[in-house]
């Protein structure tokens, strides 16, 4: 089998002293539950354990598909998938030291994302509902991100700048659910970085000592290499970026070329950062949420300080491992919905692959 | 930043674009440059085509600044549309005009929300010409529509049939109806290239 995962478990993220029923004033969290939550949407599989009561995160352990070669393929995704969940299951139970008669409900993400890797969390969760008897809650994806984040940075009503493989994005809460207010015209930026590394043969792997190798790449740059920077409204383009920076990858002499990502890598962040600065201005909120598992580099979170710092407004994120796929986001927004009387019959739970967020209605804010 | 400034025997709008700390210098000093000099040039030509925009009465591209015509007492579509809601469409039905006019004079606004028009007396006039693209593409065209209809979207749901309705008759009666179609038609491609609807089709079926 041509690839290796990568395993990880985290303590929970919520910080001492936020007052977590404040942030969550439609939810009866005085109701003690346990959920464990199930994530598979794209190449993570992750398991999560969340309850009504501090640390409210119990457990939270995940193991990432990385493939040997090129990029991820949505079935290869998926048997990696069914090869570890048994073994996560097990132990996101252990780590919160409970047993299966212990879990009041069991949720999964239901989209958006790759159809085969959706399904393998999909028919795991069906079964151990329909087995146990206990009630099977659906959770969007992107909605889970930015829960979680809002949890780990404590904050009631951010702008919220979402970005990972697949999404980029700005949404505020407004009338009952998360409102999108920009994205992307069509590349992601983790796409975006990792479609670059991987056509510039800096890639796989991905990521090295805890840094996108684009980054690594950037850091033997003085200056970047002029690449188009493209803001349309709230929304960002990087598909125009993408091609002129592997044509420049192509044309230069090594010693260049590490300005290319640097060009890059900065265009990228920049666009996205801007892009929330406007939703930021156009909304007046006074927090500033990063998440996603772009969220996780230390170059962005840097930039989207600055930004928040220059309207006033706090900057916010989740810890790395929360950044990323996870399934205690899947289990906390699982609870969330359970206490809101939100389930679905494991019959009528069919994956929805470009379930969007503003789709959602949040009873619970 | 937006400065309110006496000029000669009027005031005037001074609009000076300002460091971006979160930008690496060269390019956001590239960055302040070009927008400044493509407002000024946007504005030009759209007021040659015929579209309606405060005057330039000067541009600083070293000191990123630029002074504008100030219009007094004018007010953004997105409050009249908050106030009078679907019976704005005669406004958002000349704005469809003024969008074909920009279009035919190859130029895309790039940022066409509804608190980027103004409300001048019985005048209607297009701001915040930063974001523009001079030599605009079908594309570009198509995504000042998709701005505006989210910039709807995500703040009056319940009037955005009835202003694209509007939008795309003021449109059509300057432009044509083939015009017209062609640009819902390349909208429609970017909304379902955008993840913007669920119903895009994959190679993937939905059998969980």
Redesign the interface.
């Known amino acids: 089998m041509a690839s290796a995962g990568t395993r990880s478990s985290s303590p929970s993220p919520v910080p001492a002293g936020c007052d977590v029923q404040g942030l969550y004033p439609g939810a009866k969290l005085d109701r003690e539950a346990v959920v464990l939550g199930i994530e598979s949407t794209a190449h993570t599989f992750g398991v999560g354990v969340a309850a009504s009561r501090p640390p409210y995160i119990l457990a939270s352990v995940k193991d990432t598909y990385s493939p040997s070669s090129g990029g991820i393929h949505p079935r290869e995704a998926a048997a990696h998938h069914v090869r570890v969940a048994p073994r996560l299951l097990s132990e996101a139970l252990r780590t919160a030291g409970l047993s299966i008669s212990d879990i009041d409900a069991f949720a999964v993400a239901l989209g958006p994302g790759l159809g085969p890797a959706l399904r393998v969390g999909a028919t795991i969760a069906r079964g151990l509902a329909a087995y146990y008897r206990k009630p099977l809650v659906p959770v969007n994806h992107a909605l889970a991100h930015i829960e979680i984040g809002r949890l780990s940075a404590c904050m009631a009503d951010p702008l919220v700048l979402y970005v990972s493989g697949g999404n980029t994005m700005v949404a505020a809460f407004a009338k009952r659910r998360y409102r999108v207010f920009g994205e992307t015209l069509d590349v992601a930026l983790g796409n975006l970085l990792d479609t670059f590394a991987r056509d510039a043969g800096l890639a796989p792997p991905y990521v090295s000592g805890g840094l996108h190798v684009v980054d690594r790449c950037a850091m033997r740059a003085p200056e970047p290499w002029p690449l188009p920077y493209t803001v349309k409204g709230m929304d960002v383009s990087f598909s125009g970026l993408l091609t002129a920076a592997l044509r420049a990858w192509a044309r230069l002499p090594a010693a260049e070329r590490p300005r290319v990502c640097l060009g890059l890598r900065e265009i990228g962040y920049s666009a996205a950062v801007e892009v929330a600065e406007r939703g930021l201005a156009h909304t007046g909120k006074a927090e500033a949420l990063l998440t996603g598992g772009v969220a996780a580099s230390p170059v962005l979170r840097e930039k989207y300080r600055a930004m928040a710092a220059a309207h006033g407004a706090r900057a916010g994120w989740p810890p790395a491992h929360y950044a990323g796929d996870n399934g205690a986001m899947i289990a906390w927004v699982g609870l969330l919905n359970l206490l809101a009387g939100i389930v679905v019959e494991p019959g009528d739970a069919v994956v929805r692959q470009r379930w969007r967020l503003d789709a959602v209605e949040v009873p619970w804010r | 930043m937006l400065y309110l400034v006496p000029w000669g025997p009027r005031r005037a709008l001074a609009k000076l674009r300002v460091e971006?700390?979160?930008?690496?210098p060269?390019?956001d000093m590239?960055?302040r440059w070009r927008r400044t000099v493509t407002e000024a040039r946007a504005i030009r030509e759209a007021l040659e085509a015929g579209v309606a925009a405060p005057a330039v009465f000067f541009v600083d591209p070293p000191q990123y600044l630029i002074v504008l015509e100030y219009l007094a007492g004018a007010r953004k579509l997105a409050e009249i549309i908050e106030e009078k809601g679907a019976s704005a469409r005669v406004l958002v039905a000349r704005l469809g005009e003024m969008a074909a006019t920009l279009h035919e004079a190859g130029i895309a606004h790039?940022?066409?929300?509804t608190?980027n028009v103004l409300v001048h007396g019985s005048h209607l006039y297009l701001i915040d010409f930063g974001?523009a693209d001079l030599g605009a593409d079908t594309r570009d065209m198509a995504?000042d529509l998709?701005?505006f209809l989210?910039?709807l979207?995500?703040t009056h749901p319940e009037v955005v049939d009835t202003m694209l309705g509007a939008f795309l008759e003021g449109y059509s009666a300057r432009a044509g109806r083939e015009k017209a179609d062609a640009l819902m038609e390349t909208v429609r491609e970017?909304r379902l290239?955008?993840?913007?609807?669920?119903?895009?089709r994959?190679a993937?079926?939905?059998h969980?």
Do not use: N
Request: no cysteine.
């Open positions: 971006k700390k979160y930008r690496h060269s390019i590239a960055l790039g940022d066409m929300t608190s974001l995504v998709h701005l989210r910039s979207e995500s970017i290239m955008g993840r913007y609807r669920e119903e895009r994959t993937w079926r939905e969980a």
